[in-house]
């Protein structure tokens, strides 16, 4: 059902908490689908990009910017391990062979030095347009030099007024040359690509708590002394709350994700930074809070006010959204669109962390994202910002390494990127990083071919925060080892499209090897389950943990005839389901590939559900449904320390739909070949559409086994039924299932 915006009053804190949502009821989750909400600027995306940049630099300025943004408003961050680095100058250049002689005019973002055929035919000492350049016809060669002191460097060019971003090359030293990047989202024809393309959304209040000394009458606030009221926006974002006072004293705000947080006034236990008061006087005033990540904030005075109705002034991503799913069931709907609205909430350039806790990307949690976000949003630039991040700088070494296995994650994201979106040019352009990376690796294993927490890093290895069974984080655990092989795989793959044999034999060696080791070392041939590793110690910790057998089915490893097994295994593990971390998304890709459907959507059910059923809007980073209300927010040893909206954490939901109930593959060796393989469980019926490179399949599932598929052209798609009979469709078109 549609939200409704209304005012409650209530006398006792213990019925201020939201009412559960009911399981019966359709809930809009995300603001840009919420009829309540004012959109004010509306997502608008260009067909193609115009400013173009060197490959990985504007993620690396851009997370620049997002430290210095989550300095000013976050209380404890902590940023481990080294990243690419921001480069002042970069080097455009591009072969053209005209009709004609014809103008090429152009902007850039710094000061600007032309060449034509290699002679100086302009140089412009600032930001901003140059003049215009003849090129003269037939063949010529054109290069810019950009040094932009204040941020990224980058290029504009229209050539016989056409924007010209295609086939640029672009270099960091002029010896080194890449495929430039671009975006039709970042550096649209009007703004640089550090200016954030965000869109406002104002939110009203879904409810007002007066709860001490105050009433709301006639669309009015009256706080009287040392009174105050709870205001509850439903959604939680970033943005800054708004409203007018005129009174006696002074007002002062406290924001938060949970209503335990904002009526907290200790300043020991704030996530974000206090607000200052705001003295009030008999004239009526405007006051506009600082940007924080809210859904509830406490307002009081200590003497005696008259406020409007606040309204929440968000920040959003423009996005369209590029699937969709529907089905009978209101609690399936409900958990699908409170992951996506978790997911697009903590999308800001990147799929960032915690939006309050440290609004910072993360290499894990921007991989794990994108599994989601690149069908749900199709955000290729988003995306890839996060993959660079993953990566390490140019030339990487043991002491860039801050957490061993976080690397480790690029590889994956971008084996994903290009099965997704098709772009060859895209792993071109980040070759010699991949590279890099893998040779890095290469260097850090043992003589078993293990890398052990002493390869680098203070953090030790991170799989994710659910970690009560191990593996030890400093030890040589048996996932990280998995991860290894299937970068190896992966960079195997890689080097064959990049027609370099020579080096796809050598990974793929060095991965048989390794598979070998890890058999013989963590194969526990009675259980049929892979042991947690090695301790820092070198003792063989021979419990089980969910992290290396998830590992295991996604990079193809884990014996098939095995799991049945396994996954009457993974709910004995104590403390699986309530205690649940950002790598589950990782974890329900191999549920779907197993094909274990059922199984998946239970535990969303138990774990994901009750959190929506306790009243939340998105989804957090590491909860458990079976602790006290306190603990589920505390975090770090924190009592707010927990992140309630951790956008990896939308990402098992979309999974569970895309994978699970529609049965979407995709073939490794043939990527315009497609499977569905559906599965209903109980559901009468499920529509659901998802984009692919080719363009868009709609699915419109019954019961009854009556159904419809529509494909795009370009695509060969297998249709198996719950019967195991298969069905194939090359033809663009609706067809009969």
Known sequence: MKRKKFIICLATFSALLPAPALPSRDIQYSPLLDPAVTIYKAPARAAAGE????????????????????????????????????????????????????????????????????????????????????LPKGKSILLFEIESAAGLPALKITIGNQPSAD???????????????TSPVFGAADKTPLADPEMTALINPASIAPLRNAVVENGKIIIRKNGYVLVDFFHLEVGRVSFTAKGKGSITAFVGESPEEALNENPKNFEQRPIEQYTLSDIEKQITLPERAVRYIKITCDGECEITMPALAARLWPVDFQMSFECDDARMNNIWRASVASLHTGMHGFYLDGIKRDYLPWSMDAVVSALGGDYVFSDKQVSLNGLSVAMLPLNPEKADLGIPDYPLHALVGFSHHYKRYGDFNTILSYRDRIEQLLRLYETLQDERGF????????WGFVPGWSTRQGPDQFGAPAYAQIMLYYNYIIGAG?????????????????????????????????????????????????????????WAVLAGIFPENRYAGLFAALPEIPGYRDDVSYEKGYEFLAYAKARRVREMWEFLFAVFGDWLDQGHSRVPENFSYKKTSDGQLAFYKRPFG??????????????????????????????????????????????????????????????????VLEIPAGCHVDYINKNGEKKSFAKKGTHRL
């Open 51 to 134: 400013y173009i940049w060197h490959p990985g630099q504007l993620s690396a300025h851009l997370q620049q910017k997002r430290r210095a943004e989550s300095a000013a408003r976050c209380v404890n961050v902590g940023y481990p391990g080294k990243f690419y680095a921001p480069s002042s100058k970069t080097l455009f250049r591009k072969e053209m062979i005209l009709p004609s002689e014809t103008i090429a005019e152009w902007t850039s973002t710094g000061a600007a030095k032309v060449f034509l055929d290699g002679a100086p035919v302009a140089d412009t000492p600032a930001p901003g347009a140059g003049n215009p350049i003849k």
């Open 167 to 181: 086939g640029w090359q672009s270099s960091l030293d002029g010896a080194g040359w890449n495929f430039a990047e």
């Open 451 to 458: 890398v052990s927490a002493a390869a680098g890093g203070t």
């Open 494 to 550: 890689f080097c064959e499209k990049w027609g370099d044999k020579k080096s796809a034999q050598h990974w793929q060696s060095k991965a048989e090897t390794l598979r070998e080791s890890i058999f013989k070392c963590f194969w526990d041939e009675t259980r049929g389950l892979f042991l947690n590793g090695y301790t820092q110690k070198g003792n063989l910790d021979t419990r089980i943990s969910h992290h290396a057998q998830f």
């Open 642 to 707: 927990l992140s309630l909206c951790h956008g990896a954490n939308g990402v098992p939901g979309i999974v569970a739909v895309l994978h699970g109930l529609a049965g979407f593959g995709q073939s490794d060796t043939q990527p315009n070949h497609y499977t569905i393989q559906p599965d209903l469980m109980d559901l009468q019926w499920a529509d659901i559409g998802f984009p692919v490179k080719e363009g868009k399949i709609t699915l419109k599932l019954s019961r009854d086994g009556a159904g």
